[in-house]
């Protein structure tokens, strides 16, 4: 039995420092209609805004597109050779909230450049951690998964390149701390009966479940929107001033995720271990 959510929202989010943030979206749709974006009370959101929006919601499925944790299972640690690594996500959760504790708007600045951690992170410059690993860098087991599918997710050790994800990740990470014992986080916590829950996705995910071409999933007008929205046999959405693939992200995730929702499998991963629900988490709809 699964629970049957009556509003869908998907949340596209910036890590980008300063308070407001053109890069954060947020979409919601009902359990019928078109999906319609919600305005903040400024010309943009701030992350702040974000935090307080949410805690005023109910009965609402939350898709936010950063990791909700870092690679662990891998090397048995977030960060393997540190006697202060975390021992599980909520603890690192902790951890990067108190680091960046003096740093306004859920900024992550003092993370990326601690004298530890760095050793982690590719981060610009050229200066690649020795800890980084090989290639395209360390990545969770629903990272494994998603490429297996065909997807291309980034490390979030990564901070560099237009595919990086690690500073979003990381001030989501704080947000997730903030909300920590008032809005359940799956697969941390369990579904709760009532009320709202938040999950990790991937827009890309979401994008090609919508039939768009690899390599095309940022749409950037009404008509391929609308195609797109179609094939999650979603209304048309009301007509935008300006298009970026921040708003249409987040429409088209909420619509997906609507449909994604009603899917017992995608609640129950075959590679979702217990150990691995409290330490690296996992991305919903990856199965």
């Known amino acids: 039995m699964i629970r049957r959510f009556d509003r869908f929202c998907c949340i596209d989010w910036s890590g980008a420092t300063g308070a407001f943030q053109p890069g954060i979206a947020v979409a919601i749709c009902e359990k019928d209609g078109p999906p319609a974006l919600i305005a903040p009370s400024a010309r943009h959101w701030s992350r702040e805004e974000v935090s307080r929006w949410l805690l005023a ?21 977030f960060f393997p050779g540190w006697p202060e690594s975390p021992a599980d996500a909520r603890a690192l959760w902790a951890s990067i909230d108190r680091m960046a504790a003096h740093e306004p708007h859920l900024g992550v600045s003092a993370i990326v450049d601690h004298a530890e951690i760095a050793r982690h992170f590719r981060r610009h410059g050229g200066r690649t951690g020795d800890r980084f690993g090989r290639g395209i860098g360390r990545l969770r087991v629903t990272e494994r998964a998603a490429q297996a599918m065909g997807l291309a997710p980034s490390s979030s050790f990564n901070l560099v390149g237009a595919a990086q994800v690690g500073k979003a990740s990381l001030a989501g990470m704080r947000l997730l701390h903030r909300l920590d014992g008032r809005i359940p986080v799956w697969p941390f916590d369990p579904v709760p009966a009532s009320g709202p829950l938040i999950v990790e996705i991937y827009t890309s995910l979401a994008a090609r479940a919508a039939g768009v071409a690899r390599g095309r999933s940022k749409l950037r007008d009404g008509e391929t929107l609308d195609t797109a929205l179609a094939a999650l046999r979603s209304p048309p959405h009301a007509a935008l001033i300006d298009y970026d693939d921040h708003r249409t992200d987040a429409l088209l995730g909420a619509a997906w995720l609507r449909r994604a929702a009603s899917d017992p499998l995608l ?7 217990p150990s691995l629900a409290r330490t690296e988490g996992w991305t919903f709809g990856i199965g």
């Open 267 to 273: 609640w129950h991963p075959s590679a979702l271990t």
């Open 57 to 77: 919601q109910d009965g609402m499925l939350v898709g936010f597109d950063f990791s909700a944790s870092l690679p662990f299972a891998d090397h048995g640690a």
